[in-house]
């Protein structure tokens, strides 16, 4: 038998060293980014916003394999029965942090804590620290802000005693506010979640993963599943929907169908990175056996779909609030010529071409808990936009075409943006025209 040659041999060894110390490198760099975040996120949004929110205690609870929403977030850890996280504002420039009944190296060794665990019980802390109003996660409409169970609330009540127990507000705005304000770290972030959602949608829908009358829809939905995998990502909304419009609407989603020439497809996923995860849209037209572009009609509603982008981007600016933006875009939108939807999905006889707006807060989750220019979500929309928000700029256009026989092509659109004193900015590059598979 012939032995391989020392280098070979060298090379193979480098490689496999290299591929665990890259490992574990990129567990710590992903440890160390969402560390450098927190820090940044107690330092400078923390104290403005529990002083907007007039909260002078914020405690975070939690249970044993039932952690907030905001569990990472703060620091992640081992949580024993019951853990707390409490931020007091005690004046300054800065909010005093504790930890109660949560532990663990990655939350003990990342600082920014300055009690851990410490001696004093729950109720003796609070009382010495006579807070007027102590904001707990509870809320009607954003889940985010709602990690607190009924009976935690009891126990906190019971443990805290009066007058504590009876101080205890929601502190949903505060959660949201935390959340959504974001520092240069996580603009960076999630920038890097953003680049690998278009980088695989785009790949998924081109011949590298389709051959048209052989791949079905699902086959494409387990293709992206097993990137995330190769990747240490997570997915944003479970399984990706992959799926196939015509002239009646959405036709099947990540299921049997087989892709075939002719069919107009579209993905609508997200990435999860660093604790942030993106929602993103791409679409792409299976060309006809000799064809090099798709029909006439399909690429005028594309078009129609980039001009509305156009006009909804430039509107986009902080110191309003989400509802009253949303207003306007449709405004501007109307007067360019394009028919605002009255209800989603449901395009009218009109031969405009029909909007439907839908901007909403993203993140953390691709549904994020900041303002949101949308009217499904009520509480959020009534938020003040404000720099540094991360909104998904999704909207749907409707646009008949004579190839459907008049029926309207559905294009979507969403990218990812962060809203600056300047407007929007595209965390990565947008779609700017239709993939097409041969």
Known sequence: MKRAPRVVLLVLLGLMIASTVSSGQEARRRWEMMRRIRLDKFDLVLPEAMRENRIDMWIVAMKQNHPDPLWEDLGGGFIDATGYFVFTDRGGDRVERAVFGIDGHALEGAGGYDLVNPQTDLKTFVRERDPKRIGVNMSDEIGAADGLTHTHFQILVKTLGEPYGGRLVSAEKLASDFRSRRVAAEIVAF?????????????????????????????????????????????SFGMPSVYVSGPQGIIATSDGTIIQRGMLLHIDWGVCLMNFCTDMKRTAFVLEAGATQAPEGIRRAWDRALAAREIIRRAIRPGVRAIDMLDEMNRKVAAAGFAVMKEFNKPSATSATE?????????????????????????????????????????????????WGGGKVRIPLEDDAVVTERGVEWLAPVNERILLIK
Do not use: K
């Open 355 to 403: 909007l439907y707006i839908g901007c909403h807060s993203v993140g953390n989750t691709g549904h994020g808990s900041g303002p949101s220019m949308v009217t499904w979500n009520p509480l959020q929309s009534t938020y003040v936009i404000r720099p540094g928000n991360l909104f998904a700029v999704e909207f749907f256009a409707w646009t008949p075409a004579a190839e």
């Open 191 to 235: 920038g890097e979640a953003a680049g690998h959602a278009r980088e695989l949608a785009e790949r998924a829908l081109s011949n590298e993963v389709i051959t048209p009358g052989r791949t079905t829809l699902e086959d494409v939905a387990w293709w992206l599943q097993d990137r995330l995998l190769e990747r240490g990502l997570g997915a």
